[in-house]
């Protein structure tokens, strides 16, 4: 298995161009089910995760091109089959975000059941609920999740319980074709659900409250073919600010959106990095200064994202005094902080908070991650400590991370990988 070798103490000055978003290319490319008319995503980020969607979708009927620089050009003028099968749903969480489509276009969908991931159970009753007051049939068997709806999906006023982006998501391409008006209140407000809803208007869909918590979609016959551009990626955004603030480094994040990445930024500057929003990007700095501890809770957008929690904890695990992470959304996210113990960080956890006691230095060490942000704050910790770090299990961040490497090399990182 690859892994990332990384020899620390070099700060990182350059520029880097921000990716598309992962977690909004998923879904923007699951919504093109939703039409029998050529879909045109660009800027869509090279990615195993992206590689993963793209066999899902074949696997119902869509042809997927792409170029070179990130436009993907889907058309499924049949969906060919409505299952997506426990072997593609394992790999990757975002595939259960077919049955809203499959549902709301052929009025049945099997889905495999994503089961549990390394930072969390992570239950899908919020998907299946909303589905299920739409009009839809669910029963659960061998592991997967049968739906129908043999009248056709119906408008619904929902309730979510909790805020779940995936959930949101799904919902809203059910009830893009569903017979009426769908009401979906406690939505997520991620910018990556703003990009879905440009994606669906644009496909000619209607649907007031973007942005805000109450979605109201009016249910059409058919949707049509579009162009779109994924958005940036605020978590990427926000990694390699923490990358220009833990090396003491000076790094331009060009193309990064500031409006989506104000609460990851707010942090990272009272740790005492500076932050300037520039025409063609963020600027990060942090010259001299020591790093301050800062308290942090991850809390749904607007809010500080889970997604971040492991890269401020390997910031803040240098930082002049303490600083208090909690994590709300997922009850089992800190794996990342006995590997981060093993390169010297002072870290006690009680229940979901994380008590980080700021230590002068870290020192390299061998390392790995049971998923893709933990993995990333592995990669930071290393450009930050003393000698070498191997970060074992690297396909965590291919998954999430395009050219994570040669964006780093290009900054000055002393950062290879190493092929076993
Ligand atoms: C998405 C992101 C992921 C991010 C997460 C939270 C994608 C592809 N992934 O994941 O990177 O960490 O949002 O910002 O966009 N929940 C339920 N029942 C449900 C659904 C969710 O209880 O039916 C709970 C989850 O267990 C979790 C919380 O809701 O505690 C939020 O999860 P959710 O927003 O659904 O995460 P995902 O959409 O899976």
């Not at 969390?120 to 739409?134: D, Q, S």
Request: aromatic share 2%; hydrophobic share 45%.
């Amino acid at each position: 298995m690859d892994s990332i070798l990384i020899r620390g103490g070099k700060p990182l000055n350059g520029t880097i161009t921000i990716s598309g978003a992962k977690n909004a290319a998923l879904p923007l490319m699951v919504a093109t089910l939703l039409t029998d008319e050529p879909v045109i995503l660009s800027n869509v980020p090279d990615l195993m995760d992206i590689a993963t969607m793209t066999a899902l979708l074949r696997g119902h009927g869509t042809v997927a091109t792409h170029q070179a620089d990130g436009t993907w050009h889907l058309h499924t003028p049949d969906i060919t089959s409505t299952t997506a099968h426990y072997d593609i749903v394992r790999k990757m969480r975002a595939s259960v975000l077919v049955l809203g489509p499959l549902l709301a276009r052929e009025r049945q969908a099997t889905v495999s059941l994503p089961g549990g991931c390394a930072i969390g159970t992570r239950p899908v009753n919020i998907h299946i609920e909303g589905l299920a007051a739409m009009g839809a049939q669910i029963e659960i068997e061998g592991g997967y999740m049968k739906a129908v709806a043999p009248q056709g999906l119906k408008g619904a006023k929902i309730n979510m319980s909790t805020v779940s982006v995936g959930a949101t998501e799904n919902l809203l391409t059910a009830a893009v074709l569903a017979d009426g008006t769908t009401v979906l209140e406690n939505a997520a407000r991620e910018p990556e659900i703003a990009d879905l809803i440009d994606l669906l208007v644009a496909m000619g869909a209607e649907i007031e409250g973007r942005g805000t918590d109450r979605l109201t979609v009016h249910g059409k016959d058919r949707l049509h073919g579009a162009s779109h551009r994924v958005l940036p990626d605020r978590i990427e955004t926000g990694t390699f600010a923490v990358a220009a603030a833990i090396t003491g480094g000076d790094i331009l994040l060009a193309g990064a959106d500031p409006e989506t990445v104000e609460a990851i930024m707010e942090p990272i500057s009272r740790a005492g990095a500076t932050i300037d929003n520039l025409p063609e990007g963020i600027r990060v700095r942090r010259n001299g200064a020591g790093i301050l501890g800062v308290d942090v809770m991850t809390q749904p957008y607007p809010g500080f994202p889970t997604d971040m929690q492991a890269q401020i904890m390997a910031l803040m695990s240098i930082s002049h005094g303490a600083a208090m992470i909690t994590e709300t959304i997922f009850e089992n996210r800190f794996m990342h902080v006995p590997e981060l113990g093993r390169m010297g960080a002072n870290i006690n956890v009680h229940g979901g908070s994380a008590l980080v006691r700021g230590v002068p230095k870290l020192k390299g060490a061998p390392v790995m991650a049971t998923d893709l942000r933990a993995s990333v704050s592995l990669v930071l910790a290393g450009l930050a400590a003393e000698g070498e770090t191997r970060v074992n299990r690297v396909y965590h961040l291919d998954r999430g991370y395009e050219r994570l490497e040669a964006k780093l090399v290009a900054c000055g990182a002393d950062v290879e990988r190493v092929r076993e």
